[in-house]
């Protein structure tokens, strides 16, 4: 019973390591930058900038369901730490619009287009850091 224990511990660690989707992070830069007009830019980081939220609104939502999936995993019902998204994929895949977002601002304000914009980079939730430990 006891050699069981550990290859049990260790078959729901490797099958909970699975869980969530996998991020696809946009690019920074694309092909056909350089040739978008001021009124192009402006619908691409309005465009960028509600995706932002949807993704942080995901990353939440996925925060709570962690929250919820764990607990009960931990004290009914073990298959449901199975349904945990532990990837991370929301946070990364924002912040990846917000980098793309401050280069489309930048090609933006270079070009002297008006009216100024300014973009209100949202932070998505991230998990909890060590006390003093740099967040990304």
Do not use: W
């Amino acid at each position: 019973m006891t050699s069981r224990l550990p290859l049990g511990l260790a078959a729901v660690l490797f099958l909970t390591a699975c869980a969530g989707r996998d991020p696809n992070p946009i690019k920074e830069i694309q092909d056909g930058d350089a040739r978008l007009g001021c009124a192009e830019l402006r619908r691409e980081i309005d465009v960028n900038s509600a995706a932002v939220r949807g993704l942080i609104d995901e990353k939440q939502s996925k925060q709570t369901q962690n929250i919820v999936a764990g607990a009960a995993g931990a004290i009914l019902f073990a298959p449901a730490l199975f349904f945990m998204d532990l990837k991370g994929a929301s946070a990364e895949e924002a912040r990846a619009y917000q980098r793309r977002n401050q280069g489309l601002l930048n090609r933006y304000n270079a070009r002297g287009c008006r009216p100024q914009i300014r973009i209100e980079n949202e932070k998505p939730p991230q998990a909890a850091t060590a006390k003093g430990a740099a967040a990304p």
